[in-house]
């Protein structure tokens, strides 16, 4: 079993930058694929980006594309997303995921393990 806690998150204005951690327990964890996923108020979780288990892989959400930048590594067990030049449309609580596949995926279903949350507000 895996536990994941987020932190990083916080109020930021437009065009500033924030990097996100996801902390996670056990001693599998290079055997996650690890993904960022978001959920502003009123609307449905939507995918992020996600990295493979050696961060040969990753992929992002168009929308995030060129601004975030996802990381980990795998000796303190810590997943990261830098965030740049953010938007008020990317306020929303981030959660960090875990999913056991070795193929990356970018849909909620996959994802067995999740974090608490850790709110992002960009004001304009």
């Known amino acids: 079993q895996v536990q994941l806690v987020e932190s990083g998150g916080g109020l930021v204005q437009a065009g500033g930058s924030l990097r996100l951690s996801c902390a996670a327990s056990?001693?599998?964890?290079?055997?996650?694929?690890m993904g960022w996923f978001r959920q502003a108020p009123g609307k449905e979780r939507e995918f992020v980006a996600v990295?493979?288990?050696?961060?040969?892989?990753?992929r992002y959400a168009d929308s995030v594309k060129g601004r975030f930048t996802i990381s980990r590594d795998n000796a303190k067990n810590t997943m990261y997303l830098q965030m740049n030049s953010l938007k008020p449309k990317d306020t929303a609580v981030y959660y960090c995921?875990?999913?056991?596949?070795?193929?990356?995926?970018?849909?909620?279903?996959?994802?067995?393990?999740w974090g608490q949350g850790t709110q992002v507000t960009v004001s304009s």
């Open positions: 995921a875990a999913d056991p596949s070795i193929v990356i995926h970018t849909t909620t279903p996959a994802y067995n393990y």
């Open positions: 990295i493979g288990w050696t961060s040969a892989i990753t």
């Open positions: 056990g001693r599998t964890f290079s055997r996650y694929a």
